[in-house]
């Protein structure tokens, strides 16, 4: 292949990391802005979602397409009640601490790593996409599922902007985010908002490990990269904006690709993380966060 | 007894103690105990600037990896014989915490974690990367012959168990007495204070950045013996001693130890070194131990046992 269809390609490919990117840090980003907590077990959070899609898929055995329905619903809703109950039986106790939170979430990534070791296996295992077509390019065949990965993460991260800017929940939890206090005052009833956000962060890691499950195989290590790429996101997207964390996943989505594609993928993760390091140093508020209050 | 000799007297009989336990142990306690002296040596470096100066680290493993690695690579590549790979480890950790400390220092709180967490994923990355030299994946293992020394009284063989144990004690001897010097200096106590309140540390005019500086930097060399010495003793350099589980392993041991006191990781890596050996007799799941002993620490046992035990009743432990 030439230059140019190879660098198609790579593009092809960073958006899908992108997207699915975009949607596991926005999880990470909704409980860091509003409880100002970090969760380091998320991306076990989102490994337990691509086990759960196997384990539905499987029990639901019909055609690929409806076992891969159940799991985008049934998947999500489980790893929302294990982080519902997480949440309140240990972050509130801790009162958000910060520190001892994040003590606390690696005891939850260990325990939630050995869980899907005992139970699930050692192996890693697919999901049969729901569907197989392949949209041939002058140069290369690229699958329609991938495509239809970066259309619904579009979809879910306009609906999540709708709901944080146009409806009363979105206005309760912004309203939390700003001073979370005041919202007390105010009858907001915090601990609520906490418990629901802590929830709905985990429910989003989960529904982009379904949606990549397909292409690539549930496995219960997965959770490392995500994190660490999450993390990245959150912070050069800056705490708590929605459009930097959209921003930020393209970029390192976009880059992941293409030095992944021309380089090494190790080179590609080296790069990264010594970036996010680099600009927590020098710009804690994110490239485009705004300086803490 | 004066309050001075009553703490001398302690660590020396601890010490004491661990030196009977070479002739006492059966093969297997011996060799695990070995184990446990070096890991409590990386446990004790990391408690300086977690427990003593309040800088929660989640980037220790990096120190460790670079004293494993400055001592294999050093050995492996450049013929180095033991003593001297063991300076070049220390230079290497030394010259590691320097760097991220001038960088990460700028940073508190969470954004401190994240960035030494971030560094260590790196230094890891970059052992997987140069995998030519490092050995990638597979690691290095040390030749036996590569892990003697000649010295004025005959050969040293580090292959041989209880030379192993004597030189883990004498290391772990060494460092112990160091921390204790420090906790009890008055440097010791400025990083307290600084721990307990910055500002106004700062306010009487002392200079907190090079203070923390200098506890991550003596931290860092500590933890980069402690690799070393596991990578003489025990003849193998892999990147899994890199990875995030060897960061939060001396954080979880410090913990249940006790953070700030000066046997507390010694007790917290002897104590969650058995309980994962036992529970393993029952059970493969020892990553769930670990992690429902680091939920139930942060929610109901935040001093650890020493500090506890120094809250109740005594009051003069170090």
């Known amino acids: 292949m030439a230059f140019g269809p190879h660098l198609l390609l790579a593009v092809l490919e960073g958006l899908v990391t992108s997207a699915v990117l975009a949607l596991t840090a926005l999880g990470l980003s909704l409980v860091f802005g509003v409880m100002r907590v970090v969760n380091v077990a998320h991306g076990e959070f989102f490994m337990l979602g691509a086990v759960l899609a196997w384990a539905v898929a499987t029990a639901v055995g019909a055609s690929p397409a409806s076992g891969f329905a159940a799991a985008l619903v049934i998947a999500p809703l489980i790893v929302g009640a294990v982080a519902l109950l997480a949440e309140r039986l240990v972050l509130r106790r801790l009162n958000h601490d910060p520190e001892a939170t994040i003590v606390a979430t690696i005891g939850l990534l260990y325990i939630l790593q050995q869980l899907a070791l005992t139970f699930y296996g050692a192996d890693a295992r697919p999901v049969p996409p729901p569907f197989n077509l392949r949209i041939s390019l002058p140069w290369f065949g690229y699958s329609a599922y991938k495509l239809s990965i970066i259309a619904t993460s579009a979809a879910l991260l306009l609906l999540s902007w709708l709901v944080l800017t146009r409806t009363r929940a979105g206005l309760i939890m912004r309203a939390t985010q700003y001073d979370s206090e005041t919202a007390q005052a105010f009858g907001i009833p915090v601990g609520r908002v906490y418990a629901a956000v802590f929830a709905i962060g985990a429910m989003l890691a989960a529904i982009a490990a379904v949606l990549i499950v397909p292409i690539s195989q549930a496995h219960y290590l997965m959770g490392q990269d995500p994190l660490l790429l999450s993390f990245a996101v959150v912070i050069i997207g800056g705490l708590g904006s929605l459009r930097g964390t959209v921003v930020a996943a393209l970029l390192i989505g976009l880059c992941d690709g293409v030095i992944s594609m021309f380089f090494s993928p190790t080179l590609a993760r080296l790069i990264a993380t010594l970036a996010v390091a680099m600009v927590l140093v020098f710009r804690p508020q994110g490239l485009f966060g705004k300086a803490a209050r | ?318």
């Not at chain 2, 009989?13 to 336990?21: E, G, P, S």
């Not at chain 2, 600037?49 to 460790?64: I, K, P, V």
């Not at chain 2, 690579?73 to 014989?81: E, P």
């Not at chain 2, 596991?230 to 979880?252: R, T």
Request: proline share 2%; aromatic share 12%.
């Open chain 2, 1 to 318: 007894m004066t309050a001075s000799t009553r703490i001398y007297a302690l660590h020396g009989a601890v010490i004491a103690a661990l030196l009977a336990l070479n002739f006492l142990l059966p093969a297997y306690h011996h060799g695990l105990m070995a184990r446990i002296l070096v890991l409590a040596t990386f446990a004790m470096g990391y408690n300086l600037t977690f427990g003593y100066g309040g800088l929660l680290s989640l980037g220790h493993a990096m120190f460790f990896a670079a004293g494993l690695y400055g001592a294999g690579l050093a050995i492996h590549h450049l013929g180095f014989g033991v003593p001297e790979a063991f300076l070049a480890a220390l230079a290497c950790g030394a010259l590691l915490a320097l760097v991220v400390g001038v960088l990460a220092l700028r940073t508190t709180g969470v954004a401190f974690m994240i960035v030494t967490l971030m560094f260590s994923q790196a230094v890891q990355l970059a052992i997987l990367y140069f995998s030519a030299f490092t050995g990638g994946d597979q690691g290095l293992m040390l030749r036996p012959q590569q892990r003697r020394m000649e010295t004025a009284l005959g050969t040293l063989n580090l292959t041989d168990p209880a030379t192993r144990y004597l030189v883990a004690l004498a290391l772990f001897t060494v460092v112990l007495f160091i921390m204790l010097a420090v906790a009890r200096s008055g440097f010791g106590r400025v990083l307290v204070a600084i721990r307990e309140n910055e500002e106004r540390t700062r306010m009487l005019g002392y200079d907190t950045f090079s203070s923390r500086l200098t506890a991550l930097v003596v931290s860092g060399t500590v933890c980069a013996a402690a690799g070393a010495a596991y990578g003489l003793l025990f003849g193998y350099v892999g990147a899994n001693f890199a990875s995030v589980q060897y960061s939060i392993l001396p954080l979880l041991w410090v913990l249940l130890g006790g953070a700030a006191t000066t046997l507390g990781p010694l007790i917290g890596t002897l104590f969650m070194y058995y309980v994962v050996d036992i529970a393993s007799g029952y059970t493969s799941a020892y990553m769930l131990v670990v992690g429902i002993v680091l939920i139930l620490l942060v929610l109901f046992f935040r001093k650890g046992l020493l500090g506890t035990a120094r809250e109740r009743w005594l009051r003069w432990l170090p």
